[in-house]
């Protein structure tokens, strides 16, 4: 019924099922979907809109619960286990760039930067600033990092959110269409950034693109049609 | 600094003007119920103070006896009434008969200051122009001082004259008034067809109508003559170390020499239960102002979270927990709390302090030409204590419903 278990899995789901809407306007969105994400990849996931590729997304983030279906995080079983369990594995595993720019608005680039790293809590303030810098340098943003995220533009807002995304260091990066409002060079430069890191760091990048070249650049593609993979 | 509390002062910063409207509200929600429970305990402390300063903490008067009659048979006998009134299976025979030897027994106690012993009676007054009734006490002067403030209560002449002058009067201020009657001046009191000629050593005022416009104070041998009455005494009046303790006093004293013995709280009852009342409204009226300031709090930090559903999602998806957006939540209400209840504070004591220079002239059941204001911690206390209640509880809602959002939902919400 699965494939088998790659020895580098890193995140890995089984037959995930997922309905979303009510009554008449239900509508089986996930399908059972198997999928896994191996250490230093970047995984590509491409499909027609509305597939269902957002929603398997926030499945493997654990941000909503299938209802069928089994998710790993790093073997350990995942996919029904309390949810401060869930969060705190949010907290050390995932980064997450939504599909649309999540910035907090009134925090400046580097505040939001640093708040996955405060909620951790592994590094001193002095260190978590450090850092927070660096990453907005690799993003192409070292001299904005005071800036508030009202004061950056849609592009910029979302190279913070990359940024962010890698702040704890997690081992599974999950992306929707994180070069979706770039213009080529800085969709470019987000790409390169997120396949060095997953090849330098063994972190699993997932990300999902309508974009053919970073398609054709992923080390994986997976293509989705009505809520399965094809 | 919690990461926490850090987003929360960012979140009240975005909300600055409402945030600082529901401070306001407490400000003076606490400042208001600072300064009336000043206003209202201070006049109450004041009427306690001139109660215990005119008649003493205790007032000791009337002998217990117990009855031999059995209860059955007092039915047949139609005496029945006077009997069961009579506190029980007790009779109360009026005066102290042997008051010596009863002050000699209560001076033992040792929470009793001072004893005074006091016949009363009630006699004709008649100056050179007209005439009254005027309530007589005759006091052994230095015992009186010691259970009461009479010292501080005289208007015009001296107690020094009164002392040496064995026909000498304390007249109440009404009274004197009334009278035209002047230091120095002289009038008769009549009492059962025999008449006394007394002189006015001074003018007492305590601020109690009832008392300024009918007493008079004589010296105990002179009343004796006056009353015809050689022995005994109308009542003890008692001062007591600590004024708070006269309940239990009285039980104890009671018990040991046979007398009712009525404590301050029991004899002005009426007037304690209306400033009590007093400050219990105006406690609940002005807590209603806290409480307005709660739901405009609670209406902030709904809004607030509505904004903030998007910021929600994001934390959780980060790694915070549940517990933690409600901390953020929480931690608004507690700031805003917090600055609203130590201003507060700082308005109810300034406007304690600018009320007590307010002229007011009150005489009645105390006397005083200005407001009257105590300075209690426990006023304070509590005004903080009621709105942090108040604030807390509108804070909690807000921020459970925050704790309760569902990243998931949010951002597919957003993201479609
Ligand atoms: N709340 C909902 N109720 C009913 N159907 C929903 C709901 N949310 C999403 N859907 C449906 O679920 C399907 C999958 O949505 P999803 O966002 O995962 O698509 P997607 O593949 O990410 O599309 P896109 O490329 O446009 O972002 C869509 O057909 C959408 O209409
Ligand atoms: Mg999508």
Same mark, same amino acid.
């Given at each position: 019924?699965?494939?088998?278990?790659?020895?580098?899995?890193?995140?890995?789901?089984?037959?995930?099922?997922?309905?979303?809407?009510?009554?008449?306007?239900?509508?089986?969105?996930?399908?059972?979907?198997?999928?896994?994400?191996?250490?230093?990849?970047?995984?590509?996931?491409?499909?027609?809109?509305?597939?269902?590729?957002?929603?398997?997304?926030?499945?493997?983030?654990?941000?909503?619960?299938?209802?069928?279906?089994?998710?790993?995080?790093?073997?350990?079983?995942?996919?029904?286990?309390?949810?401060?369990?869930?969060?705190?594995?949010?907290?050390?595993?995932?980064?997450?760039?939504?599909?649309?720019?999540?910035?907090?608005?009134?925090?400046?680039?580097?505040? =939001?930067?640093?708040?996955?790293?405060?909620?951790?809590?592994?590094?001193?303030?002095?260190?978590?600033?450090?850092?927070?810098?660096?990453?907005?340098?690799?993003?192409?943003?070292?001299?904005?990092?005071?800036?508030?995220?009202?004061?950056?533009?849609?592009?910029?807002?979302?190279?913070?959110?990359?940024?962010?995304?890698?702040?704890?260091?997690?081992?599974?990066?999950?992306?929707?269409?994180?070069?979706?409002?770039?213009?080529?060079?800085?969709?470019?430069?987000?790409?390169?950034?997120?396949?060095?890191?997953?090849?330098?760091?063994?972190?699993?990048?997932?990300?999902?693109?309508?974009?053919?070249?970073?398609?054709?650049?992923?080390?994986?593609?997976?293509?989705?049609?009505?809520?399965?993979?094809? | 600094?919690?990461? =926490?509390?850090?987003?929360?002062?960012?979140?009240?910063?975005?909300?600055?003007?409402?945030?600082?409207?529901?401070?306001?509200?407490?400000?003076?929600?606490?400042?208001?119920?600072?300064?009336?429970?000043?206003?209202?305990?201070?006049?109450?402390?004041?009427?306690?103070?001139?109660?215990?300063?005119?008649?003493?903490?205790?007032?000791?008067?009337?002998?217990?006896?117990?009855?031999?009659?059995?209860?059955?048979?007092?039915?047949?006998?139609? *005496?029945?009434?006077?009997?069961?009134?009579?506190?029980?299976?007790?009779?109360?025979?009026?005066?102290?008969?042997?008051?010596?030897?009863?002050?000699?027994?209560?001076? *033992?106690?040792?929470?009793?200051?001072?004893?005074?012993?006091?016949?009363?009676?009630?006699?004709?007054?008649?100056? =050179?122009?007209?005439?009254?009734?005027? *309530?007589?006490?005759?006091? =052994?002067?230095?015992?009186?001082?010691?259970?009461?403030?009479?010292?501080?209560?005289?208007?015009?002449?001296?107690?020094?004259? %009164?002392?040496?002058?064995?026909?000498?009067?304390?007249?109440?201020?009404?009274?004197?008034?009334?009278?035209?009657?002047?230091?120095?001046?002289?009038?008769?009191?009549?009492?059962?067809?025999?008449?006394?000629?007394?002189?006015?050593?001074?003018? %007492?005022?305590?601020?109690?109508?009832?008392?300024?416009?009918?007493?008079?104070?004589?010296?105990?041998?002179?009343?004796?003559?006056? %009353?015809?009455?050689?022995?005994?005494?109308?009542?003890?009046?008692?001062?007591?170390?600590?004024?708070?303790?006269?309940?239990?006093?009285?039980?104890?004293?009671?018990?040991?020499?046979?007398?009712?013995?009525?404590?301050?709280?029991?004899?002005?009852?009426?007037?304690?239960?209306?400033?009590?009342?007093?400050?219990?409204?105006?406690?609940?009226?002005?807590?209603?102002?806290?409480?307005?300031?709660?739901?405009?709090?609670?209406?902030?930090?709904?809004?607030?979270?509505?904004?903030?559903?998007?910021?929600?999602?994001?934390?959780?998806?980060?790694?915070?927990?549940?517990?933690?957006?409600?901390?953020?939540?929480?931690?608004?209400?507690?700031?805003?709390?917090?600055?609203?209840?130590?201003?507060?504070?700082?308005?109810?004591?300034?406007?304690?302090?600018?009320?007590?220079?307010?002229?007011?002239?009150?005489?009645?059941?105390?006397?005083?030409?200005?407001?009257?204001?105590?300075?209690?911690?426990?006023?304070?206390?509590?005004?903080?204590?009621?709105?942090?209640?108040?604030?807390?509880?509108?804070?909690?809602?807000?921020?459970?419903?925050?704790?309760?959002?569902?990243?998931?939902?949010?951002?597919?919400?957003?993201?479609?």
């Amino acid at each position: 019924m699965s494939t088998p278990v790659a020895a580098n899995a890193v995140i890995r789901c089984e037959n995930l099922h997922r309905h979303l809407g009510h009554d008449a306007g239900r509508v089986h969105v996930l399908r059972g979907v198997s999928f896994e994400a191996e250490r230093g990849l970047v995984h590509a996931i491409v499909g027609p809109s509305g597939c269902g590729k957002s929603t398997l997304l926030y499945q493997l983030g654990l941000l909503d619960k299938p209802d069928d279906g089994r998710i790993w995080i790093g073997g350990e079983l995942v996919s029904n286990s309390s949810d401060e369990l869930r969060t705190a594995a949010r907290g050390r595993h995932l980064g997450f760039v939504f599909q649309f720019h999540f910035l907090m608005l009134e925090f400046s680039a580097l505040e =939001n930067v640093m708040m996955p790293m405060r909620k951790l809590g592994r590094l001193n303030e002095a260190a978590m600033a450090e850092r927070a810098r660096h990453l907005l340098g690799e993003v192409g943003l070292g001299d904005k990092t005071h800036r508030l995220g009202t004061e950056l533009s849609g592009g910029e807002q979302q190279r913070v959110v990359v940024a962010r995304a890698l702040a704890n260091e997690p081992s599974v990066i999950l992306a929707d269409e994180p070069t979706g409002n770039l213009d080529q060079k800085n969709s470019t430069m987000v790409f390169d950034l997120l396949a060095r890191l997953a090849r330098e760091n063994g972190q699993a990048v997932v990300l999902v693109t309508h974009n053919p070249e970073i398609a054709k650049r992923s080390d994986r593609v997976l293509s989705m049609r009505d809520g399965v993979f094809v | 600094m919690s990461p =926490n509390l850090r987003i929360a002062l960012r979140f009240l910063t975005a909300r600055r003007r409402a945030m600082f409207m529901s401070l306001i509200g407490i400000m003076v929600g606490v400042g208001f119920f600072i300064v009336t429970q000043a206003q209202t305990s201070g006049f109450e402390d004041f009427f306690i103070k001139t109660i215990l300063g005119t008649n003493g903490a205790l007032k000791i008067e009337d002998r217990l006896q117990a009855t031999l009659f059995p209860m059955e048979a007092d039915g047949a006998d139609g *005496h029945s009434d006077f009997l069961v009134a009579s506190d029980g299976n007790k009779k109360i025979i009026p005066g102290v008969e042997d008051p010596a030897r009863i002050s000699e027994a209560v001076r *033992h106690f040792k929470n009793v200051s001072g004893v005074s012993i006091v016949l009363e009676g009630t006699a004709t007054l008649a100056t =050179n122009v007209s005439g009254a009734t005027a *309530h007589v006490q005759g006091v =052994n002067i230095a015992d009186h001082l010691a259970v009461s403030d009479l010292s501080r209560q005289i208007l015009q002449g001296s107690l020094a004259d %009164f002392r040496i002058v064995p026909t000498g009067a304390v007249v109440g201020s009404i009274l004197a008034a009334r009278q035209k009657l002047h230091p120095g001046d002289s009038f008769t009191l009549e009492w059962n067809g025999a008449l006394r000629r007394y002189r006015v050593s001074a003018i %007492f005022e305590t601020g109690v109508s009832d008392i300024d416009r009918v007493r008079i104070y004589v010296h105990l041998p002179e009343a004796r003559s006056l %009353f015809q009455k050689p022995t005994g005494a109308s009542f003890l009046q008692v001062n007591l170390f600590d004024p708070g303790r006269a309940r239990e006093d009285a039980v104890r004293i009671q018990e040991v020499i046979g007398h009712v013995v009525a404590p301050w709280q029991k004899r002005e009852k009426t007037w304690l239960d209306v400033f009590r009342a007093l400050r219990l409204s105006s406690a609940i009226t002005v807590s209603t102002i806290i409480l307005i300031s709660g739901l405009a709090m609670f209406n902030t930090l709904a809004m607030v979270v509505m904004e903030k559903t998007k910021d929600i999602a994001i934390l959780r998806s980060m790694g915070y927990a549940r517990a933690d957006i409600a901390r953020i939540f929480i931690w608004q209400g507690a700031i805003v709390l917090a600055a609203g209840a130590m201003a507060g504070c700082v308005l109810g004591a300034a406007a304690t302090y600018g009320v007590s220079k307010l002229p007011i002239r009150i005489r009645g059941i105390f006397s005083t030409d200005s407001f009257v204001v105590s300075w209690s911690l426990s006023h304070y206390v509590a005004a903080v204590l009621i709105a942090s209640v108040i604030v807390m509880a509108a804070s909690l809602i807000p921020a459970r419903r925050a704790a309760r959002l569902e990243p998931g939902d949010v951002i597919r919400g957003t993201s479609q």
